[in-house]
């Protein structure tokens, strides 16, 4: 609850802060242009990786395939979409790291890769199973 709300308020400070520092470097007129030219195309660019991960899901669902990647692929381009439209350079930074197929490919491999040792652990988990008799003592 701690983490949520100091993330809450940390985050647009912390935008604010690299707002007026770039626009001390650069001017109020281009840093405020750069961020509405960074999120249009940053949107553009989420639509475009959209359409081509689900014309892949598509084809791996006509292929009888499971499109657990597509899927990811989906939610990742749909967060970055959200961070490009939020004003901010560290938003915008997060999500076009996350709009690039490149990049993406090796985010959705660290999880599935963490994910995967997570569920290996709890696989190894040896159990032996056994049945209680219990045995009066008139049958003794």
Do not use: W
């Amino acid at each position: 609850m701690n983490t949520f709300f100091l993330i809450l308020i940390g985050l647009p400070a912390l935008e604010i802060f690299i707002m007026i520092k770039i626009g001390e470097q650069i001017g109020a007129f281009n840093t405020i242009s750069l961020i509405f030219l960074t999120a249009i195309i940053g949107i553009y660019y989420a639509r475009i990786q959209g359409i081509q991960t689900l014309r892949s899901g598509i084809i791996n669902i006509y292929q009888n395939k499971a499109p657990v990647f597509e899927l990811m692929s989906g939610a990742s381009i749909a967060c970055a979409a959200l961070f490009l439209i939020i004003p901010g350079f560290l938003t915008d930074s997060v999500g076009f790291i996350l709009l690039f197929p490149f990049s993406r490919k090796i985010l959705l491999r660290i999880i599935f890769r963490k994910r995967k040792k997570t569920n290996e652990t709890r696989h190894n988990i040896k159990t032996i199973d056994g049945e209680i008799i219990n045995k009066d003592k008139d049958e003794l």
